[in-house]
Structures are given as C-alpha cells and as structure tokens.
C-alpha cells in the first residue's frame, strides 16, 4: 500500500501566522515553492498561503504585503491528511476539496506537503488524469 508519507515531499516548513506576506514570499523564493502551510503560535495548522494569494488577496488589492500577515490571509478550515493515509484517500481529500496542495501530518506534526508534482512523480497516467479532471473541473452556469 502507497501511503501520504510515500509520495509527499520532506522538508515543508512553516510560516508562523503573525508573519507578514513579504517575508513569506521571500520564504518561498528561498525554498523554490509556491506554498507554505500556515501555523498558529501553537504550531497546529490553521492555513495554507500560495503565491497567488500574495498576489491576488495582498498586491492586486493594494495592500502592503510587509503590513499584512500569513495569519490574515488564512481562510476556512485547512484539509489535510496523515502520513499513513492511502493515496486513495490523499486523491479523495484533494478531489472532495478541489485543493492541489495538501499537508502530511504525522503526531500532530507537520512532516511534508503533496503537491500536483507529487502525484505526477508517483501515480500512473490514468489516476493523474481522473484527478486533474475532478480538481479542475468547473461547472458551468445553466
């Protein structure tokens, strides 16, 4: 059996939620990722902050992104899922959800993240493209 654990990718690391949006992008430009998992003071995960949420929810709206923090841009319930999980179950959480990153945790601590890249590297064709397909899909208006 194929597990989270197997397919994530290690090394994933935190931005603590009082951190401002500057210093996350410069995070992510010295880890070469679009995302880092957000953490409370506690280090329990309470979002997730991607480069285009910089972009579209701090820039684009004419904020400061030295003035605004991880913490404020977390929103809704952040999914995630265990290291001993199924891949089946990683592919149903992220199907469920329409997410394209999802974090490993193990012991109620972070252990790593699966990415698109991960499945691509790990998974056969066809279960790559029925994902992609169920992420991706929009539904279209009547």
Same mark, same amino acid.
């Given at each position: 059996? #194929? #597990?989270?654990?197997?397919?994530?990718?290690?090394?994933?690391?935190?931005?603590?939620?009082?951190? #401002?949006?500057?210093?996350?992008?410069?995070?992510?430009?010295?880890?070469?990722?679009?995302?880092?998992?957000?953490?409370?003071?506690?280090?329990?995960?309470?979002?997730?902050?991607?480069?285009?949420? @910089?972009?579209?929810?701090?820039?684009?709206?004419?904020?400061?992104?030295?003035?605004? #923090?991880?913490?404020?841009?977390?929103?809704?319930?952040?999914?995630?899922?265990?290291?001993?999980?199924?891949?089946?179950?990683?592919?149903?959480?992220?199907?469920?959800?329409?997410?394209?990153?999802?974090?490993?945790?193990?012991?109620?601590?972070?252990?790593?993240? @699966?990415?698109?890249?991960?499945?691509?590297?790990?998974?056969?064709?066809?279960?790559?493209?029925?994902?992609?397909?169920?992420?991706?899909?929009?539904?279209?208006?009547?």
């Amino acid at each position: 059996m #194929t #597990t989270a654990g197997d397919i994530m990718h290690r090394g994933v690391q935190w931005i603590p939620a009082h951190e #401002t949006l500057d210093r996350a992008a410069q995070l992510m430009r010295e880890l070469n990722v679009g995302a880092l998992p957000i953490s409370d003071e506690n280090e329990r995960l309470c979002g997730i902050l991607t480069d285009r949420d @910089i972009v579209v929810g701090c820039v684009a709206m004419g904020h400061d992104p030295a003035e605004v #923090t991880a913490g404020e841009m977390a929103k809704g319930t952040p999914r995630w899922i265990d290291a001993d999980a199924d891949v089946g179950e990683v592919l149903h959480e992220m199907r469920e959800h329409q997410i394209r990153r999802l974090p490993v945790i193990q012991g109620k601590r972070l252990v790593g993240m @699966i990415s698109e890249a991960d499945l691509a590297r790990h998974l056969a064709g066809d279960q790559i493209a029925s994902w992609a397909e169920s992420v991706y899909a929009r539904t279209t208006p009547r």
